[in-house]
């Protein structure tokens, strides 16, 4: 069944819209030692900008406050990150860390390069509380990327990338981003041509230069989604962006525009 989702909100004078769908993220395995406390979140994984050619770590924990926390691969306890928290900060300590590495182009960086330096296989994420207890959880990093998605504005196929001939909307009514379902891995980087599961899709649209954005977090058998009139007006051209999540976080996103008269 096609579901097309809408929003509508205002605040602080930006039109601001979200769209959350509630649904479980993947389950997290704990060490084996019952001493150590699980994060509350611990992800590990892989962003694909498929329009610009470049690939990215990212990683997002949460937990009780901790003052030092590293990240090493299971196999071969070779440290990732390992940050300490010094002077007061050490007191207060952190509760949440988000990152994303660099994201060079293929060009400078070969997909194959990249994806040696971080091989498949599981990852432990270990901290130490402001108590002195022990966090620990683990994470399996996968090669699994999602095939990008194929857009459609109004129907039209969505440009190649922002610099191609744009679709063309009325700047009266509301556009419907459209697109098929997300069903096997990218045809041609990492684990190639294997059915995924979709864990969710995110859409963003923006106008450059604004502080006017429609984003969305979508459940896994959404299709579509409408950006309303009200945004649509405020600008000649409108930049969006549609991501697939996999079940392990991976994520492709493919970026295009259309221009509104």
């Known amino acids: 069944m096609n579901r097309t989702y809408r929003t509508a909100s205002t605040m602080l004078g930006a039109l601001t819209l979200v769209a959350l769908a509630t649904m479980s993220p993947p389950a997290l395995a704990s060490g084996d030692d019952d001493e150590e406390i699980p994060f509350s979140e611990a992800f590990i994984f892989f962003e694909l900008n498929n329009t610009d050619g470049d690939l990215g770590i990212h990683a997002k924990i949460d937990g009780d406050a901790w003052k030092r926390l590293r990240i090493e691969r299971d196999d071969n306890d070779?440290?990732?990150?390992?940050?300490?928290?010094?002077?007061?900060?050490?007191?207060?300590?952190?509760?949440?860390?988000?990152?994303?590495?660099?994201?060079?182009?293929?060009?400078?960086?070969?997909?194959?390069?990249?994806?040696?330096?971080?091989?498949?296989?599981?990852?432990?994420?270990?901290?130490?509380?402001?108590?002195?207890?022990?966090?620990?959880?683990?994470?399996?990093?996968?090669?699994?990327?999602?095939?990008?998605?194929?857009?459609?504005?109004?129907?039209?196929?969505?440009?190649?990338?922002?610099?191609a001939v744009l679709p063309v909307v009325d700047g009266d009514n509301d556009v419907v981003i459209t697109w098929p379902a997300v069903t096997m891995s990218h045809p041609e980087l990492g684990r190639t041509n294997e059915p995924i599961e979709v864990l969710n899709y995110e859409i963003v649209a923006e106008i450059d230069e604004t502080p006017f954005k429609v984003s969305a977090i979508l459940p896994p058998d959404a299709d579509s989604f409408v950006i309303p009139a009200e945004i649509i007006a405020l600008g000649d051209e409108i930049k969006f962006e549609v991501l697939v999540r996999e079940s392990s976080y991976n994520q492709t996103a493919v970026e295009s525009c259309f221009k509104v008269e």
């Open 78 to 163: 070779r440290k990732l990150l390992d940050i300490r928290v010094r002077s007061k900060l050490r007191q207060q300590g952190l509760t949440e860390l988000f990152f994303e590495s660099a994201e060079p182009s293929f060009d400078e960086l070969d997909p194959e390069d990249f994806f040696a330096r971080f091989p498949e296989g599981e990852y432990d994420v270990e901290g130490i509380t402001l108590e002195g207890e022990e966090l620990e959880s683990e994470m399996e990093i996968t090669h699994l990327l999602p095939a990008p998605p194929e857009p459609s504005v109004n129907g039209q196929a969505a440009a190649e990338d922002c610099d």
